[in-house]
């Protein structure tokens, strides 16, 4: 793999996120090439901020983006999350 990439890990995160509402954190990890704990740091910070938000189902979590929300830095702060998937080809999914 590349020594750098375009997008933080928070954004793939957010992107495995938005294809799968109910992916594990052991297939996100395994996607984005960090560690289960790593993804639950990220998840933890997103859901902080309003991003996403986190529902029990069973045993299992089901996750839901805000695409309303802001990008963060300066530089792309008029932007919407939605723009950003939308940019990379991943919509959110109705009701995820």
Known sequence: MASWTFLSNHAHV???VAA???????DI??????T?????????????E??????????????KIHPEGRLRH????????ADLLAALGSEPVPGG
């Open 50 to 63: 309003g991003y996403l938000e986190r529902e029990r189902v069973g045993r299992r979590n089901h996750y």
């Open 14 to 16: 957010l992107l495995c």
């Open 29 to 34: 990890a395994r996607r984005v090439g960090i």
């Open 20 to 26: 799968d509402p109910d992916r594990t954190l052991h």
């Open 36 to 48: 289960e704990r790593g993804v639950q740091l990220i998840l933890a910070d997103l859901i902080a």
């Open 74 to 81: 300066p530089l792309e702060a008029h932007h919407r999350v």
